[in-house]
C-alpha cells in the first residue's frame, strides 16, 4: 500500500486524537460538547503538524534529490540550498553524496577523454615517426631495382642513404621501447659508482663532430684530474648526458657555446648543461618532455629529432628518484640541471 503524505499524517492525527479522546474521557468534568471539540482540536493540530513535518521533513527534500539528479543528468554541480525551512539531515547528506560521486564520476570521464586526446595524438605522431624513414628506405630500395643497380656509384649511394633510414627507424623504435619499458616500470636501474667526468668526456668525444659542423664549442667545467663519483646506473645516464647535449646542440646557435658542469652537494651532485641558444619560449617550457614534442613544428627529423629524448631522460632521471628542472630565456639560452646521488664510497 503506497501513502501520500496526507493519508500518513491523516492517520497520524486520527490515533493521536483518538488516545487523547479516550483519556479526556476518563475526565468526569468534561461534557460530551467538550469531548466534541477537544477531538476537533486535537484532530486538526495534529493533521497541521504531522502533514508539514512529512512534507518539510521527508517528501520535500526527496523532490529536492529527484531535482538534483535532474541537475547531474545536465551535469549541473553546483549546489543549491533546499527551500525546506526543516532539514532531514540524512536526505541532506544524501544528495550531498550523490553530487560529490557524480563529480567524481565527471571528473574520470574528463581524464578519460584527455587519455584519449592524447592516445590518438601518440598514434598520429608515431605513424608519422615511422612512416618517414619507412618510406624512404622504401623509395631507395624501389630505386636501385628499377634499373639503378647498374651504377655503382648510384648503387652504393642509395643502399647507403637506405641504411640510414633504417638505422633510424631503429633507433625510433628502441626509444619507444624504452619509454614503454619506463612508463610500465618494468626497467630497473643497475645502479653502481662511476665518475660522471669521464663519461661526459666520453658524450663530448661522441657529439665533438655534429657540434663542429655548426662551429658550437663544446666546454666541460671541471678541474685538471677531477673526479666526481656517482651512484647511478652508468648506461642509462650516458644517455641523458647525450640527450641533453645532443639536444642543445640541436636548438643552439652557430658558432655558439655548451657548457657541463657538476656541483657538489651534501649528498648529491648537481649536473648542469647550459648553452648560448636560442632559449625556450615560457608557453612551450613545460611541454618539453613530452613525447614527439617540438618546439618548432617546421624542423625536419634530422634537425629536430622524433621528440622522444628528453621525454626519456625525464624518465631515466626520475627512475633515480630525481628530477630535471629547466631554465630558459629567449635569446639568451637554456640550463637544464638535475641531481644525483654520491658514490657510497664518497
Not at 191 to 209: S, W
Not at 284 to 295: A, D, K, L, S
Given at each position: 500500500?503506497?501513502?501520500?503524505?496526507?493519508?500518513l499524517?491523516?492517520?497520524?492525527?486520527?490515533?493521536?486524537a483518538a488516545?487523547?479522546?479516550a483519556?479526556?474521557?476518563?475526565?468526569s468534568?468534561f461534557s460530551?460538547?467538550?469531548?466534541m471539540?477537544?477531538?476537533?482540536?486535537v484532530?486538526i493540530?495534529c493533521?497541521?503538524l504531522v502533514?508539514?513535518?512529512?512534507?518539510a521533513?521527508?517528501?520535500r527534500?526527496?523532490?529536492?534529490l529527484?531535482?538534483?539528479l535532474e541537475?547531474?543528468?545536465?551535469q549541473?554541480?553546483?549546489?543549491?540550498?533546499?527551500?525546506?525551512?526543516?532539514?532531514?539531515?540524512p536526505?541532506?547528506?544524501?544528495?550531498?553524496d550523490i553530487?560529490?560521486?557524480?563529480?567524481?564520476?565527471?571528473q574520470e570521464?574528463?581524464?578519460?577523454?584527455?587519455?584519449?586526446?592524447?592516445r590518438?595524438e601518440?598514434l598520429?605522431d608515431v605513424?608519422?615517426e615511422?612512416k618517414?624513414?619507412?618510406?624512404?628506405?622504401?623509395?631507395f630500395?624501389h630505386t636501385?631495382?628499377d634499373?639503378a643497380?647498374d651504377?655503382?656509384?648510384?648503387?652504393d649511394k642509395?643502399l647507403?642513404k637506405?641504411a640510414n633510414?633504417?638505422?633510424?627507424?631503429?633507433t625510433?623504435?628502441?626509444?619507444l621501447?624504452s619509454?614503454?619499458q619506463?612508463?610500465?616500470?618494468?626497467?630497473?636501474m643497475?645502479?653502481?659508482?662511476?665518475d660522471a667526468?669521464?663519461?661526459?668526456r666520453e658524450?663530448?668525444?661522441?657529439?665533438?663532430?655534429?657540434?663542429?659542423?655548426r662551429?658550437i664549442?663544446?666546454?666541460?667545467d671541471?678541474?685538471?684530474?677531477?673526479?666526481?663519483?656517482?651512484?647511478a646506473?652508468?648506461?642509462?645516464i650516458r644517455?641523458?648526458?647525450?640527450n641533453?647535449?645532443?639536444n642543445?646542440i640541436?636548438?643552439g646557435?652557430?658558432g655558439?657555446?655548451i657548457?657541463?658542469?657538476?656541483?657538489?652537494?651534501r649528498?648529491?651532485y648537481t649536473?648542469?648543461?647550459k648553452?648560448d641558444?636560442?632559449?625556450?619560449?615560457?608557453?612551450?617550457?613545460n611541454r618539453?618532455?613530452e613525447?614527439f614534442?617540438?618546439?618548432e613544428?617546421?624542423?625536419?627529423?634530422?634537425?629536430?629529432g622524433s621528440?622522444?629524448?628528453?621525454?626519456?631522460s625525464?624518465h631515466?632521471v626520475e627512475?633515480h628518484r630525481?628530477f630535471?628542472?629547466v631554465?630558459?630565456?629567449?635569446?639568451?639560452?637554456t640550463?637544464?640541471r638535475?641531481k644525483l646521488?654520491?658514490?657510497k664510497?664518497?
Amino acid at each position: 500500500m503506497n501513502l501520500n503524505s496526507r493519508s500518513l499524517a491523516l492517520l497520524t492525527a486520527l490515533a493521536v486524537a483518538a488516545v487523547l479522546t479516550a483519556f479526556l474521557a476518563l475526565a468526569s468534568y468534561f461534557s460530551s460538547e467538550g469531548l466534541m471539540v477537544a477531538l476537533v482540536l486535537v484532530f486538526i493540530c495534529c493533521f497541521l503538524l504531522v502533514y508539514f513535518s512529512y512534507e518539510a521533513l521527508v517528501f520535500r527534500e526527496i523532490k529536492n534529490l529527484y531535482s538534483s539528479l535532474e541537475k547531474i543528468k545536465r551535469q549541473e554541480y553546483k549546489k543549491v540550498e533546499g527551500r525546506s525551512i526543516f532539514t532531514a539531515d540524512p536526505l541532506r547528506k544524501i544528495k550531498d553524496d550523490i553530487f560529490l560521486i557524480a563529480e567524481r564520476k565527471q571528473q574520470e570521464i574528463d581524464e578519460l577523454k584527455h587519455l584519449q586526446v592524447m592516445r590518438r595524438e601518440f598514434l598520429a605522431d608515431v605513424s608519422h615517426e615511422l612512416k618517414t624513414p619507412i618510406f624512404a628506405a622504401q623509395g631507395f630500395i624501389h630505386t636501385l631495382l628499377d634499373g639503378a643497380m647498374d651504377d655503382p656509384a648510384v648503387r652504393d649511394k642509395f643502399l647507403q642513404k637506405a641504411a640510414n633510414s633504417l638505422d633510424g627507424l631503429d633507433t625510433l623504435v628502441q626509444d619507444l621501447l624504452s619509454i614503454s619499458q619506463f612508463e610500465t616500470g618494468v626497467v630497473k636501474m643497475e645502479k653502481q659508482d662511476f665518475d660522471a667526468v669521464q663519461l661526459m668526456r666520453e658524450v663530448f668525444e661522441q657529439l665533438e663532430q655534429k657540434a663542429a659542423a655548426r662551429q658550437i664549442h663544446l666546454h666541460l667545467d671541471v678541474r685538471p684530474n677531477e673526479k666526481v663519483m656517482l651512484h647511478a646506473d652508468p648506461n642509462r645516464i650516458r644517455q641523458v648526458f647525450i640527450n641533453l647535449v645532443d639536444n642543445a646542440i640541436k636548438y643552439g646557435r652557430d658558432g655558439g657555446n655548451i657548457w657541463a658542469s657538476f656541483t657538489e652537494g651534501r649528498k648529491r651532485y648537481t649536473i648542469t648543461v647550459k648553452d648560448d641558444g636560442a632559449g625556450i619560449a615560457e608557453e612551450h617550457i613545460n611541454r618539453i618532455f613530452e613525447r614527439f614534442y617540438r618546439i618548432e613544428k617546421s624542423r625536419s627529423r634530422d634537425r629536430g629529432g622524433s621528440g622522444l629524448g628528453l621525454a626519456i631522460s625525464k624518465h631515466i632521471v626520475e627512475a633515480h628518484r630525481s628530477f630535471i628542472a629547466v631554465k630558459s630565456e629567449l635569446g639568451k639560452g637554456t640550463t637544464l640541471r638535475f641531481k644525483l646521488l654520491k658514490a657510497k664510497a664518497a
